[in-house]
């Protein structure tokens, strides 16, 4: 007989993760406060659907930077493949495969939409840009530091800007985890 599936699903020690990083490297009082003012509010988001919609820059939007960890998916991968998937037949006997989360992390921000925006403005707007890129890095590689272990294999991915296309610029990071 074998035993039941275990009550908690272990991605959420990961995605705990993620969120307890972002919240340390954007905290707004900390040591190494944001260049753009902080936020301990991290969202959590499931699926591929870009999270930035769920955001409005119009309310109180641009008072606090949008920050969100998702579970993008979830796979199959292997030690000789990792992180890449790889399609898994026999599941229950392939003792070679084991379960993945990709999961993302990011911050979003409010970027001028000045016709024509004063240098001053883009200036002070990219060395925030700059800033939360460096964050993002750094709480992905704390996270991934963290998981990384004998048993657990962790890779991240390249941390990506997006924008400022509507009004918005977003840094992003992604990292696959096994689980």
């Known amino acids: 007989m074998t035993s039941p599936p275990p009550c908690v699903d272990p991605a959420s020690e990961v995605v705990n993760l993620f969120v307890l990083t972002m919240r340390q490297a954007f905290k707004p009082d900390g040591e190494c406060p944001p260049v753009g003012g902080g936020s301990e509010t991290v969202r959590f988001f499931a699926g591929d659907d870009g999270v930035l919609a769920y955001w409005d820059p119009n309310g109180r939007g641009c008072e606090d930077p949008f920050l969100w960890v998702r579970l993008w998916r979830r796979y199959r ?5 990792f992180p890449a998937a790889v399609v898994a037949n026999r599941n229950c006997r392939n003792k070679d495969t084991f379960a993945v989360v990709e999961v993302e992390i990011g911050v979003g921000r409010c970027a001028s939409t000045e016709v024509n925006p004063k240098w001053s403005v883009l200036e002070t707007e990219a ?3 700059l800033d939360d890129s460096w964050r993002i890095e750094t709480a992905l590689r704390t996270a991934a530091c963290r998981l990384q272990s004998e048993t657990r294999a962790v890779a991240t991915d390249t941390v990506a800007a997006s924008g400022p296309e ?3 610029i977003a840094w992003t990071g992604v990292a696959y985890v096994q689980i």
Request: aromatic share 0%; hydrophobic share 25%; net charge neutral.
């Open 127 to 129: 060395e925030v840009s």
């Open 77 to 81: 991968s292997s030690s000789k493949a």
């Open 166 to 168: 509507g009004g918005l």
